[in-house]
């Protein structure tokens, strides 16, 4: 059974950055694609950064040039680097590969 668990997110203030962390299983991290999505309030969850098995990254246009998606499959962990934060980033973030889904993780960009 594949085990997502994020973590890194809180608050903090507009132009900031804080650093995601996503603990899988090391075939779910090395096999598969991994995603980081995010779910704001009375909104619909949506992709926000993507690597493939093999490296390639993707970003939603909101995003480009202020996150990173890296990976680490030694430590079985998926990372998003987030800077450069503003208002709308606001919103919970989760970790999916495939089907799998981590519980997700709070992040608040205060103005």
């Known amino acids: 059974q594949v085990q997502l668990v994020e973590s890194g997110g809180g608050l903090v203030q507009t132009g900031g950055s804080l650093r995601l962390s996503c603990a899988a299983s090391e075939i779910t991290v090395r096999l598969n694609a991994m995603g980081w999505y995010r779910q704001a309030p009375g909104k619909q969850r949506e992709l926000v950064a993507r690597i493939s098995r093999l490296g390639t990254t993707n970003y939603a246009d909101s995003v480009k040039g202020r996150f990173t998606i890296s990976r680490d499959n030694a430590k079985n962990t998926v990372y998003l680097q987030m800077n450069s934060l503003k208002v709308e980033d606001t919103a919970v973030y989760y970790c999916?590969?495939?089907?799998?889904w981590g519980r997700g993780t709070l992040v608040t960009v205060s103005s």
């Open positions: 999916n590969s495939a089907s799998y």
